[in-house]
């Protein structure tokens, strides 16, 4: 049984850091795709970096490219998202979300959600201005 379980969420002011992981259990680290989405009150879920977990190529969503960083521990079974510059738009519930092992990621369809086979509870991140 795989399970995807965030941490690291809570609440900060505009230009602020924070750090989520995500802990992966129940799944052997090989090649597949995985990464965070977001989903803000009234909005759909939206990709936000993802990584290969094979080849350690990443994806980021233009709106936090160059302020987030997506890496990945496989000893220790961890994603982790680093966000820095935070901006009240980044305020949302945030997921941990993987694809079946096998399944990479490609830079025409990392964001679907429909591609993504896991999901964790999600970690909510608050920015404010």
């Known amino acids: 049984q795989v399970q995807l379980v965030e941490s690291g969420g809570g609440s900060v002011q505009a230009g602020g850091s924070l750090r989520l992981s995500c802990a992966a259990s129940g799944y052997r680290y090989s090649s597949y795709c995985m990464g965070w989405f977001r989903q803000a009150p009234g909005k759909e879920r939206e990709g936000v970096a993802v990584?290969?977990?094979?080849?350690?190529?990443?994806y980021y969503a233009d709106s936090v490219r160059s302020r987030f960083t997506i890496s990945q521990d496989n000893a220790k079974n961890t994603l982790s998202l680093q966000l820095n510059i935070l901006k009240p738009e980044d305020t949302a519930m945030y997921y941990c979300?993987?694809?079946?092992?096998?399944?990479?990621?490609?830079?025409?369809?990392?964001?679907?959600?429909?591609?993504?086979?896991?999901w964790g509870q999600g970690t909510q991140v608050t920015v404010s201005s």
């Open positions: 979300a993987a694809t079946l092992l096998g399944s990479d990621c490609y830079s025409g369809s990392w964001s679907e959600t429909s591609r993504y086979r896991y």
């Open positions: 990584i290969s977990t094979g080849s350690g190529r990443t």
